[in-house]
């Protein structure tokens, strides 16, 4: 068996350790005599496995009583309609701050349920900063105010937790949740797909104030509407079994290796042995302002694109995967979530100085 380094934004990425044990218990869970895969959502081996993903990922992001825990299906897209469909709450409208690709995905969706605020964003910069605080115009009226935490595609990421005042504050952390400890209690609500830092595709994680729900629009489906899924323990409709058990392998990986202050340690420093070489480099450039850069997704890109394909198939026969950068912006990016090594960035480095060597 082999495995690439892979740096994909994702799906991605999973701790090798977590996926040899899924293996080994594929067949036959802990003596069930059956896969994860093919238990009732409702009988007694996978509500222990739901629970115990639960009060692992409370225990991770020490989450307050008062928020519930929600395993939805939908991705992050899905939450883009499913937050205003819920959080509204009679209000009329809704502030969102605009970093790039995701951002822009929310303020289109939210426009269908919403009237939406842009109350700031970093467009005049071609979006390689967060518009700082006191620059946002927020309305006192919004119903909530939304951001990215992490512009996966840009590489910029939110290194301070805005204050909102008693507007709640909604983040999208689809590519930034569990890579470092943040205070949920500032939050009104959080989102993510799970498949970048998390598991699987097709789980969605929810954390929401249990004071914001309740008051969902009348149209919205019942599988999409956080109290009725609270009130239910995410089992109104068949929850995304398999994917909820390997995201729980996954928080006990972390756990393991010191919870989020220790995933924040690792991935600082990742970060670094990249972006200090890009800082340095003649062949390579990040456009992102230094305060702003994302810890988890760097893009970069070479002084001349007709270089691009010549430096992937060098990765790839270097067994580095998925460097492309996205289709929207070009040149490279290098995803390096929780499961990534500090090995895989330095073999990375390793490589983009010798390709550099022969290039300039
Ligand atoms: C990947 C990603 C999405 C898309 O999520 P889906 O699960 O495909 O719906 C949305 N927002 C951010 C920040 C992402 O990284």
Redesign the pocket.
């Given at each position: 068996m082999s495995r690439v380094i892979n740096f994909s934004a994702?799906p991605a990425v999973l701790p090798e350790s977590v996926l040899r044990e899924a293996a080994e218990e594929m067949p036959d869970w802990h003596g069930s005599g059956m896969s994860v895969m093919e238990m009732s959502h409702r009988g007694k081996e996978f509500i222990a496995i739901h629970a115990e993903a639960e009060s692992l990922l409370r225990e991770l992001l020490a989450i307050p009583k008062n928020y519930k825990v929600l395993f939805m299906q939908g991705?992050?897209?899905?939450e883009n309609a499913i937050v205003p469909m819920n959080l509204l709450r009679g209000k009329a409208s809704a502030d969102y701050i605009h970093t790039g690709e995701?951002s822009k995905k929310s303020i289109a969706e939210a426009k269908r349920y919403a009237k939406v605020n842009v109350a700031a964003s970093a467009e005049a910069s071609r979006f390689t900063c967060v518009p700082p605080r006191e620059s946002w115009r927020l309305d006192p009226d919004a119903a909530y105010v939304h951001i990215?935490s992490?512009e996966?595609i840009g590489g910029v990421e939110y290194h301070f937790t805005p204050d909102t005042g008693s507007v709640p504050l909604v983040a999208?952390m689809?590519?930034n949740i569990l890579s470092r400890p943040i205070d949920v209690a500032r939050y009104g609500l959080i989102y993510a797909?799970a498949?970048?830092n998390i598991g699987p595709?097709g789980l969605t994680i929810v954390i929401v104030r249990e004071d914001l729900i309740g008051q969902a629009h009348p149209f919205t489906p019942s599988a999409f509407d956080y109290k009725q899924q609270a009130d239910s323990d995410s089992m109104l409709n068949t929850p995304p079994t398999y994917a909820i058990y390997i995201a729980g392998l996954v928080f006990h990986w972390i756990k393991a290796r010191g919870g989020l202050a220790a995933m924040a340690e690792r991935n600082r420093a990742k970060a670094a042995v990249l972006y200090d070489y890009l800082e340095q480099s003649a062949l390579y450039s990040n456009p992102v302002a230094r305060a702003d850069r994302s810890l988890m997704n760097v893009p970069f890109r070479l002084k001349d694109e007709a270089l691009d394909d010549a430096f992937l198939s060098g990765a790839q026969a270097r067994g580095m995967a998925q460097l492309k950068g996205h289709r929207s912006v070009g040149g490279m990016r290098a995803s390096i979530y929780n499961a990534m090594p500090i090995e895989g960035v330095q073999a990375l480095v390793a490589y983009m100085k010798e390709f550099e060597a022969q290039h300039v």
């Open positions: 994702g991705g992050a897209i899905g995701w990215c992490n996966t999208d689809s590519s797909g498949q970048k595709a």
